[in-house]
């Protein structure tokens, strides 16, 4: 536990120094698959809210703004490399053209339910977008799906700690 607090310890300190643009660029490079503390700085920066250095609708924004151009981004690396490395290296995970197959049927029937929601789920939402892409999911239902799953997640950590954060200060 004290390594994932010392690896995180930056986080604070350069969201309250730069702002909400720390936030979106962390988010953004989280959105499309870099390994980041995305879910974290949100709220983080949601806190600092709460304690009046940030200014609420500015975190949401980064974290929407964000979230959305992050997979959008993947969403296109996807579309423009995925398939083919899905096809040549998709055996090494198991992924035969069949299962490629049954994997591009289930996003053309049920893409947009799981872009929607994918982004409330740690994994997923690293890779919702380049898997989109990857398996052709038609652009204009993924930027709905994104830009509503985004909107109700950057919701929920904005807003979710800013809101309740001397509600869960009495009970701890």
């Keep these: 536990m004290n390594l994932v607090h010392e690896s995180l310890s930056w ?36 806190l600092l809210a709460a304690h009046g250095d940030l200014h609420i609708a500015s975190v949401f924004l980064a974290a929407w703004s964000g979230a959305v151009l992050g997979d959008s981004t993947g969403y296109l690396i996807g579309r423009w490399g995925g398939r083919y490395v899905l096809r040549r290296y998709g055996g090494l995970l198991h992924l035969t053209p069949e299962r490629l197959d049954s994997l591009e049927k289930t996003a053309r029937e049920k893409g947009f339910m799981v872009v929607l929601t994918a982004r409330f789920v740690v994994v997923l939402r690293q890779l919702n977008g380049i898997v989109a892409g990857s ?37 701890l």
């Design 135 to 171: 398996v052709g999911m038609p652009w204009p239902h993924f930027v709905a799906a994104n830009s509503i799953g985004a909107g109700l997640w950057a919701g929920v950590w904005s807003f979710g700690p800013y809101l309740f954060t001397d509600w869960f200060r009495r009970f």
């Design 11 to 46: 986080l604070q300190p350069a969201i309250a120094a730069h702002g909400a643009l720390v936030l979106f660029l962390i988010l953004y490079g989280e959105s499309f698959g870099l390994p980041l503390p995305g879910e974290s700085g949100l709220i983080a920066a949601s």
